[in-house]
């Protein structure tokens, strides 16, 4: 009867340390590859955790996606809408890290640069290369006469 209660003990004792280890490796092991063609993930407004999931799986940020997703719904991350911006994500990270620098809001700062603009339409379009809205909307934020006084 001893040694039945001993095995089983021992049998549950390296099963829970199986498991801890896997839930740890998880959480703290490295998901993204040390080496990335791209070090930015631009993220747009209203992008969904599912979207979110998928540019990251695209732009090869993440090595094992269902971790990414168990891991983001520990750390609760799983929400409708993710913070847009563009985000420098580096190599070797794991998903704790990953989730909660995107989580943070942690942005990058986009350098925009122009030259030989002549007028509100060309700068318009030079500067839409570089952000989010386009050369129309950021041409009507400019001719807009009570926001530009304020």
Known sequence: MKRIVLTLTLVIACTLAVVGWKAYDMIYGQNVPTLLDEEHLLIPTGTSFDSLVVLLEDGEFIMDKRSFERVAGWMKFQKDFMPPGRFRIIGGWSNRELISHIRSGDQDPVEVTFNNVRNIEEL???????????????????????????
């Open 124 to 150: 318009a379009g030079k500067v839409a290369d570089y952000i989010e809205p386009d050369s129309f909307e950021i041409l009507q934020y400019i001719n807009n006469e009570p926001l530009m006084r304020s």
